[in-house]
């Protein structure tokens, strides 16, 4: 096993992945290489940011990588604002996803500060 599958951030940014990846199922076709494709991106960014950061020789390196996860996230929450508004999600869908990705980012927020303090 590798170190970041250890990482509750890692686990929950990977469960929003999939959140996502069934949510954008639903969307209009003209969306596909748009909104999904910039949804999927962004979502896949939060993971695989932190599994990158955790190979890093320092913590000042993993925490710029988390910092990257963390934009993404917020990236996300606004994609999903947008498919709201648009009428491609309803307001539980919305409220759930938004509920994930506050987890996770407190536990990304949770990761930095115990790097920062172990510093």
Same mark, same amino acid.
């Given at each position: +096993? $590798? ?10 940014? +990977? ?5 996502? $990846? ?6 209009? &076709?003209?969306?596909?290489? /748009? ?10 960014? /939060? ?6 950061? *955790? ?11 988390? !910092?990257?996860?963390?934009? *993404?996230?917020?990236?996300?929450? !606004?994609?999903? &604002? ?6 491609? /999600? ?6 759930? !996803?938004? !509920?994930?990705?506050? &987890? ?12 920062? &303090?172990?510093?």
């Amino acid at each position: +096993m $590798y170190r970041f599958e250890r990482l509750k951030a890692w686990q929950e940014g +990977m469960n929003l992945v999939e959140e996502i $990846y069934k949510l954008t199922t639903s969307f209009p &076709k003209n969306e596909s290489f /748009v909104l999904v494709d910039q949804l999927r991106r962004a979502v896949s960014s /939060v993971p695989l940011n932190i599994a990158e950061g *955790s190979g890093c020789n320092t913590d000042k390196e993993f925490i710029q990588f988390l !910092t990257i996860a963390r934009r *993404s996230l917020y990236e996300v929450v !606004t994609a999903v &604002k947008i498919a709201e508004r648009l009428g491609y /999600v309803n307001e539980e869908e919305v409220i759930q !996803t938004i !509920t994930r990705c506050d &987890k996770v980012g407190t536990l990304i927020n949770g990761l930095v500060n115990s790097l920062r &303090k172990s510093r």
